[in-house]
């Protein structure tokens, strides 16, 4: 039966591969060597549902061309910032909009404003989820500058240790030490 006995036929050849098209953005936005995994959690025991979210969030709706992408990441990153759940999402939406040339100043100063829609504390481990994602990020540097950048890292002894990462943190030391 031909295309003129059913129009749905029409519809079918005009509907865009939703899975297709979240690949595609993930790769241009994260860039090829940085797409994260999806949450391990909700991909182990969700499955069906990540993957309709990562189609309708980065098939559809990031493709959306009403709004370009550095705005959509923006408010992206104060959304997460605010709501405050997930500081790894935060996280990675900053490493992406670092990639599409959105710079450390413009995320910074969302960040802080949204102290005062999401509170100190929301901002403070955004704050902590931008420097991570800063001092990860490879943007404009030689491929010999990043290789060395990532030897660093690795060798690194003397990071920054944050509460998660110090059982001591935050414990008064006795007067007599």
């Keep these: 039966m031909s295309s003129e006995n059913h ?6 050849e005009g509907v865009k591969d939703l ?7 993930r790769q241009a936005y994260y860039g090829p060597d940085n ?13 069906e549902v990540m993957r309709l979210v990562d189609a309708v969030i980065y098939g559809e709706i990031y493709n959306r061309p009403a709004v370009d992408l ?3 990441s923006l408010c992206t990153i104060a959304a997460l910032v605010v ?12 490493s992406g909009a670092l990639h599409i040339g959105v710079s450390r100043d413009e995320i910074s100063e969302i960040i802080a404003q949204m102290v005062f829609y999401g509170g100190m504390p929301a901002a403070v481990n955004a704050f902590r989820m931008a420097k991570e994602a800063f001092d990860e990020a490879l943007d ?23 509460k998660d990462d110090d059982p001591e943190y935050g414990i008064v030391p006795s ?3």
Excluded: C, W
Aim: aromatic fraction near 2%; charge should be neutral.
């Design 35 to 47: 797409n994260p995994a999806p949450p391990a959690a909700m991909a182990e025991l969700a499955p």
């Design 7 to 12: 129009p749905e036929g029409d519809l079918q």
């Design 140 to 162: 404009g540097l030689t491929p010999e500058d990043a290789e060395a950048r990532r030897i660093v890292r690795r060798e690194a002894d003397n990071a920054v240790r944050y």
């Design 19 to 25: 899975n297709q098209a979240a690949l595609d953005f």
């Design 70 to 72: 550095r705005t959509r």
């Design 175 to 177: 007067p007599h030490s």
């Design 83 to 94: 709501l405050g759940h997930s500081p790894q999402m935060i996280k990675r939406h900053i």
